[in-house]
């Protein structure tokens, strides 16, 4: 394969992994919300599951960067 062909096969990963975090995101904030209870009470919950969902996209996209890098 090329380079300019493997580097667009890591950008549609990449896309896809962020597709993917973010309808799981969206799942888990969905299910907080018809949890019920107080906004105080779901604030928390939404905070955090949005600081996990997305350190960990950050976490596999820059680890999918690096062995981008090394590999090609």
Known sequence: MKPKEKSKKFQWIKRGIALTAVAVWLALIVSIFQSGGTMADQAPKCIFTTMIVFGILTAIYKGL????????
Do not use: A, P, T
Request: proline share 0%; hydrophobic share 25%; glycine share 0%.
């Open 65 to 72: 960067e690096q062995w981008e890098k090394d590999r090609f």
